[in-house]
């Protein structure tokens, strides 16, 4: 059975940084890409980040450019998301996903299992 478990979530003032993880487990990954979404009250999940297979491409949602950064480590099966200078309207919980592909991908339709998620506040 597939599981996908984040953690790292939490509550963190406005300029702080919080590193999310997500292992997973059931079989083996490392073939395919992954992705970061979040979710807010009353929003529809939104794309934050992916990573190739590899972990030689990424590419970012234009909200989070510059201030989060995906990874990955294949031997471990575990991908994981710094973000940094976080703010209020970062909060959300975020989920972590294995897509169908092996390249990037930003659509929530080509990513075929899903974490639970971990919540992420960001106080003001």
């Known amino acids: 059975q597939v599981q996908l478990v984040e953690s790292g979530g939490g509550l963190v003032q406005a300029g702080g940084s919080l590193r999310l993880s997500c292992a997973a487990s059931g079989r083996t990954f490392s073939i395919y890409a992954m992705g970061w979404f979040r979710q807010s009250p009353g929003k529809e999940r939104e794309f934050v980040a992916a990573?190739?297979?590899?972990?030689?491409?990424?590419y970012y949602a234009d909200s989070v450019k510059g201030r989060f950064t995906i990874s990955r480590d294949n031997a471990k099966n575990t991908v994981y998301l710094q973000m940094n200078s976080l703010k209020p309207e970062d909060t959300a919980v975020y989920y972590c996903a294995v897509s169908r592909l092996s390249w990037v991908t930003v659509s929530l339709d080509e990513y075929r299992y899903w974490g639970q998620g971990t919540q992420v506040t960001v106080s003001s």
């Open positions: 990573i190739n297979w590899n972990g030689g491409s990424t």
